[in-house]
């Protein structure tokens, strides 16, 4: 079945530090690949997608490009702010079932000014 | 209301009452999904909506739980006799299309469930 593997958190960084969340998946057929993102107190919000092989999502200064050779989708940002503290899901969905997203456990971020 | 919104946000229940929480998805999204989040198990699919048909049920953990949707809009996640594990995080999503396509899946801020 699909799965999704992420590292495990708690991260904390100091402000403007390098952040890297790792995500690997395993799957069947070609899926979508997404990065959710859940503030304190806060519903799941989507913070950026690919749909096939090279593609890279960005938004807000975080970026993930789906790499297929190595089923990855790790999620990097160059400069992290306080404002970034959040826990950071991984998911896919799998063409096969389509409507299905299956997520990592998430990886709590705490950035510190 | 632009957002998937869904009530009550917080519900403290007595073990073995029923519950029923409503999800009222963002206007015009013809699919709606229920999603449970709790300590241990990260997020898990419950059910999927595409109008008022649910071809997909094979999250609902028992035979407890049941969900409807009316008029292409409104669902329901009614849990019957509620036991201690099933206090969790519900969360409601809508979208216009299949996330494999890559439309984008709205959720709700959840209504946290807590079993006493």
């Known amino acids: 079945g699909n799965s999704v593997t992420q590292m495990e958190g708690p991260v904390t960084l100091s402000e403007e530090a390098f952040l890297t969340i790792n995500c690997t998946y395993t799957?069947?057929?070609?899926?979508?690949l997404f990065w959710y993102v859940q503030y304190p107190g806060e519903g799941l919000q989507l913070l950026l997608k690919a749909t096939k092989a090279d593609d890279k999502g960005s938004n807000k200064g975080f970026e993930a490009t789906y790499r297929k050779e190595t089923t990855s989708f790790h999620l990097e940002k160059g400069s992290v702010q306080v404002s970034d503290s959040a826990v950071y899901f991984c998911?896919?969905?799998?063409?096969?079932?389509?409507?299905?997203?299956?997520f990592g456990k998430g990886t709590l971020l705490t950035v510190n000014p | 209301g632009a957002g998937v919104s869904q009530s009550p946000s917080n519900k403290v229940t007595e073990k073995g009452k029923d519950v029923e929480l409503r999800c009222d998805p963002i206007s015009g999204h013809t699919a709606l999904y229920w999603y449970r989040q709790s300590l241990g198990q990260g997020l898990e699919f419950l059910i999927y909506f595409q109008g008022n048909s649910a071809p997909d049920k094979s999250g609902l953990p028992s035979d407890r739980f049941s969900a409807e949707r009316t008029g292409g809009s409104v669902s329901t996640l009614t849990i019957q006799r509620t036991q201690q594990e099933d206090s969790a995080v519900y969360l409601c999503?809508?979208?216009?299309?299949?996330?494999?396509?890559?439309?984008?899946?709205?959720f709700g801020e959840g209504s946290w469930l807590t079993v006493v």
């Open positions: 799957a069947t057929g070609y899926p979508s």
């Open positions: 999503a809508s979208s216009l299309g299949v996330p494999s396509a890559g439309n984008t899946i709205y």
């Open positions: 998911a896919l969905s799998d063409g096969g079932s389509n409507y299905k997203l299956t």
